[in-house]
Nanobody
Framework: QVQLVESGGGLVQAGGSLRLSCAAS????????VQWFRQPPGKQHELVAT???????TYTDPVDGRFTTSRDDVKNEVYLQIDSLKPEDTAVYFC???????????WGQGTQVTVSS
């Protein structure tokens, strides 16, 4: 059974940093591309970062250079480092992957990030 578990969220002041983790079980995480999404209060999910199997990384516009995703294939984990946090980064952050046939998505339960001004 595939399971993704996020951790590392919390309450932080603007300008601070957090490192989110996404731990996988039931799969060899290194074989999968992984996306980070966030869902701000009252809004839809938005993609913030992708890390591919060869460690290639892409980011979307909202993160403007403050986010860094990485992976440790030995630990079966993916990370999202968020620096210079802003109140508008407040959201539930999720990691997601898709099975190798592209037919099923797996999501974690999310971790809450709250940034105070």
């Amino acid at each position: 059974q595939v399971q993704l578990v996020e951790s590392g969220g919390g309450l932080v002041q603007a300008g601070g940093s957090l490192r989110l983790s996404c731990a996988a079980s039931g799969i060899t995480f290194g074989l999968y591309d992984v996306q980070w999404f966030r869902q701000p209060p009252g809004k839809q999910h938005e993609l913030v970062a992708t890390i591919k199997t060869k460690h290639a990384r892409t980011y979307t516009d909202p993160v403007d250079g403050r986010f860094t995703t990485s992976r440790d294939d030995v630990k079966n984990e993916v990370y999202l480092q968020i620096d210079s946090l802003k109140p508008e980064d407040t959201a539930v952050y999720f990691c997601k992957t898709t099975d190798l046939l592209g037919r099923r998505d797996y999501w974690g339960q999310g971790t809450q990030v709250t940034v105070s001004s």
